[in-house]
C-alpha cells in the first residue's frame, strides 16, 4: 500500500470526498470544510511564518489549529497538557516563540507575542487568499515520565511517513484514540484520519471512562487506539460493550500477552495490532499476529522504510521517519549511522524478540537486575488480575526487594479469604516462572492505578 501524499494538511482536507468530523465532549467541527477558510479568526497572515505556540486547552481546538498553520508557520510548537507553567517561559526561548494561539485568556499575561485566541466557532470562511506556503517544522516534547521534557522537531514528511494511502475497499473509518493528540502517539492518529479522509473522536482530560466510551459508540467508532493501560482501563467499564471497532491498536508500552487476549476476548472480530513508535524514532513497525514482542526477522532488514537492529539488548530504529532532532543541539538524537537508542530493552526467545523494559527503569535486587515490566507480564497472565505496577521497596539487606501493587478484576472485590487464594496463586506463577530475585516479595491490592497524561503507567521515581 502506498504512503500518504502529505504534502499539507489543508491540500489533505480539500480533496476529501465527501464530509469528515472531529467530535470531543463539548463539540463538533466539520474540518473539511476549512479548506477555503483562513480560520484564527481570520488572522492567519498575521501567523504567516511565525514560530507558533499552540497552548489551547482543546484538543479540538488544537486540531482545527494545526490544519490551519501547517505550510502557513514557520514552526508548529504543540504544548501538552502537562506542561508545568514554569517551564513554558524556557520553551518559549529556547524555540524562539513570536506567536501564541490560545482558546482562553490564560496565557495573554504571561507572554509579549501576538496572541490568536481562538475557539471551535472561530474558524470562518473569509475571501482573502492564503499567505504564500512555507515548510513547517512541528515540535514536540517527549512523554518522559521523569525529568525535564525535551523538544524535538519533525516534518509532516516524516510524522506522517508510516501512514499509508486508504483505498475505496477500506470503507467509511471512523477513528478514535484514548490517547491526547498533542502527543506524538495521539498525534499519529490525528495525522491518520485526517491524511486517511477519516473522522476522529477525540478524548477529553478527566472524562470517565463510560462517558468517552458512551461517545466512541455514539459515532460509531470503526479503528480505536490507545496504550495497554488505557485499555486496561477501558475493559473494566461495562460500556466497553457499546462499541464494536474492526481494527484495534496499542502502542506507547510494553503490550504484553495477557492485555492482547483480553482484547481478543472483547472484540473477536475486530483486527488486533500493536505498534511499536517513540517520539524521536518515529513509527518503527507494527506486529498484527496478535503475539506479544516482534519476530526475529524484523532485525536487520528494511522493512516500510525502517530499519532494525539491536545494540547492547537496546532496540535502535533508523528511518524516514526519525525526527531532526532536539531543539536546542545539546545531544544528539542518533548515532553516526543515523540510528536511534530507543532504551528498550528486548531478548529474543526462540524465533522472537519480547520487549522486557527500559534501561532507565531497572530495579537493583542486591546487585541483581530486575525490569518491572518482565514481572508485570507474568502477574497480568493471572486470569483474576486486570492489571499491575512492579516497584521497589527499600530493603535493610538487599538495598531494595520487589513490590507489586495489582488491581483485580471487578468480582474479586470482595472476601479477604478470596484474595488470599489469588496472592498465592499468583506467587506461584512467578516463582514458577521467575528467577528467585524478580519474584515480589511484597504484593498489594489495589483499586486503581495512577497513568499519567501520556496514557502510560504513572511510574514511581527510583
Known sequence: MAAVDSASLREAVATSPEPRFLWDGAGTACYTELDHATGLGGRLADLAGRAVLIATTSQLTTALALIELDTIARRLVILPPDMEDDQLSSVIDAVGIDAVVVDDERLKAATRFPICVTSTTSFVTIAEPLPAPVRTDWVLMTSGTTGKPKMVAHDLAGLSAAIRARSAADGAAVWGTFYDIRRYGGLQIFLRAVLGGASLVLSRAGEPAAEHLGRLGKHGVTHLSGTPSQWRRALMSPAIGGIAPRYVRLSGEIADQAILDSLRNAFPQAAIGHAYASTEAGVGFDVNDGIAGFPADYVGSIRNGVEIKIADGS????????????????????????????????????????????????????????????????????????????????????????????????????????????????????????????????????????????????????
Open 315 to 462: 532496540l535502535r530504529i533508523r528511518s524516514r521517519g526519525t525526527a531532526f532532532g532536539y531543539i536546542g543541539g545539546e545531544r544528539s538524537l542518533a548515532d553516526a549511522d543515523g540510528f536511534v537508542d530507543t532504551g528498550d530493552i528486548v531478548e529474543l526467545r526462540d524465533d522472537r524478540y519480547y520487549f522486557v523494559g527500559r534501561k532507565g527503569g531497572i530495579i537493583n535486587i542486591g546487585g541483581l537486575k530486575v525490569h518491572p515490566e518482565e514481572v508485570e507480564a507474568v502477574i497480568n497472565r493471572h486470569p483474576d488480575v486486570q492489571m499491575s505496577l512492579v516497584h521497589s521497596r527499600p530493603n535493610a539487606i538487599t538495598g531494595s526487594i520487589v513490590a507489586a501493587d495489582i488491581v483485580l478484576k471487578s468480582e474479586l472485590h470482595g472476601p479477604a479469604v478470596r484474595r488470599s487464594q489469588v496472592k498465592d496463586d499468583i506467587l506461584k506463577l512467578c516463582r514458577e516462572t521467575l528467577p528467585r530475585h524478580k519474584v515480589p516479595a511484597i504484593i498489594s491490592f489495589v483499586p486503581a492505578l495512577g497513568v499519567a497524561a501520556t496514557g502510560k503507567l504513572l511510574r514511581r521515581p527510583g
